[in-house]
């Protein structure tokens, strides 16, 4: 019966991630641009394509900051730019990390009239009350995340890149 239950939680962890905790944005974050020689190639080389989506940019921008990063609990640059070299980073690094690239392909591809992505700050709701306050240190102040939009359709993929690393969870709410 525990095996059963145990295998549920994890074929459901998004549904139910998605039901019991909520975020509120709180903030946005200015995105850095894409200097890095490296990360640039990796961005080219992975986006060699002329028909772009959401869910395309989406999934490549993610699949590309989680094969760069490693979470840590630490301190952690936002600047994409160092991150490259640092390889670690926490979750404003890996929401820093994921709008830079999807700014780049934006850019890039002159998609400024299609796709829009923010780096959001916000405070996590657990059932509805605020997580934080039960923590006193700094790091769990607030948590970052991303809104990638169509700016033609006005559809939204919200996304947390950590989160999505360490859970493997896709998509979150917002409140």
Known sequence: MIIFVMLLLIV???SIYRSVIKYKP???RTIKFVSNGNLKNKIKATFDESDFNLYEINREALNLTTKTLSFT???ASRDPNV???TKKGNCVS???MY???VQEIILKN???NDFAVTHEVAKLKFLGLDIHALFSSSFFKDHD???LENLKTGEKIYIDPSISDCLWIQNIAVD
């Open 26 to 28: 709180i903030q946005k």
């Open 12 to 14: 459901f962890r998004g």
């Open 99 to 101: 709008a830079s690239i």
């Open 83 to 85: 991150l490259m070299n």
């Open 73 to 75: 609990f630490g301190k």
């Open 94 to 96: 890996y929401a820093a």
């Open 145 to 147: 995340f991303n809104i």
């Open 110 to 112: 002159k998609l400024q």
